[in-house]
């Protein structure tokens, strides 16, 4: 049969206003987080990651919020523009080496698109 | 410094046939990890290799294999197509663990017929 796929949430965005992409991770264990971007026909982009030891963490435009309690994770990008338009992805991992990643576990992912 | 190569970047074969896909990480970088991504089930881990040897390996049946050479290039094979394998196949690499991002390339796009 046909297979049906992920419904991806979309947010939209005003240019120029901040932008609030949330994600829930699913093991209390995980020790590492990852926000990806992914425009269309390109692979995910590195955007910024935190250690669960860690409430927050800024970037440039980016920040990254963590809490543990309810396992919740979100990136706020500010003053967006239109190049922000992508699909936008959390990863989580709990760590095992410290010479390699491991199996990132990917959340479904987030529709950005930035309206003029 | 040239990200990660992968090709080709197109792919179109026929159930039951077999497929290899090559991937070349950033100058440098010893770990190779290789991702599914389709629609269905969004992102999932087939493989990582790390100075040749398969560190960890994701819940796919034995038709999907990989290596990874002395050069840290990496090839990924899937045997026996079929329809559902039809996907974006996703190489990443890095230098080393966490301290060092994990670097996407653009992904080969297998079509199965």
């Known amino acids: 049969g046909e297979s049906v796929g992920l419904h991806l949430p979309t947010l939209s965005v005003q240019e120029g206003d901040n932008s609030i992409i949330n994600c829930a991770y699913s093991n209390s264990a995980s020790d590492y987080f990852i926000w990806y971007k992914q425009e269309s026909g390109k692979g995910p982009q590195f955007i910024i990651d935190?250690?669960?030891?860690?409430d927050k963490r800024q970037g440039q435009r980016v920040t990254v919020l963590l809490n543990k309690t309810v396992k919740h994770l979100s990136l706020q990008i500010a003053a967006t523009q239109p190049g922000d338009s992508a699909v936008y992805f959390c990863a989580e991992i709990k760590l095992m080496t410290t010479d390699s990643w491991g199996k990132l576990q990917f959340g479904a992912g987030t529709q950005v698109v930035v309206t003029p | 410094k040239a990200g990660v190569t992968q090709t080709p970047r197109y792919l179109i074969k026929t159930r039951g046939q077999q497929v290899t896909l090559s991937c070349s990480p950033i100058?440098?970088?010893?770990?190779v990890s290789w991702y599914q991504q389709t629609p269905g089930q969004g992102l999932q881990f087939l493989f990582e290799?790390?100075?040749?040897?398969?560190?960890n390996k994701g819940n796919f049946p034995g038709r999907f294999s990989g290596r990874q050479f002395s050069n840290s290039r990496s090839e990924m094979n899937v045997s026996t197509l079929e329809l559902g394998d039809s996907a974006l196949y996703l190489c990443a690499s890095s230098s080393r663990g966490p301290d060092s991002p994990l670097h996407f390339g653009n992904g080969t796009r297998l079509t199965v017929t």
């Open positions: 935190i250690r669960s030891n860690m």
């Open positions: 290799y790390f100075s040749e040897t398969q560190r």
């Open positions: 100058s440098g970088h010893r770990s």
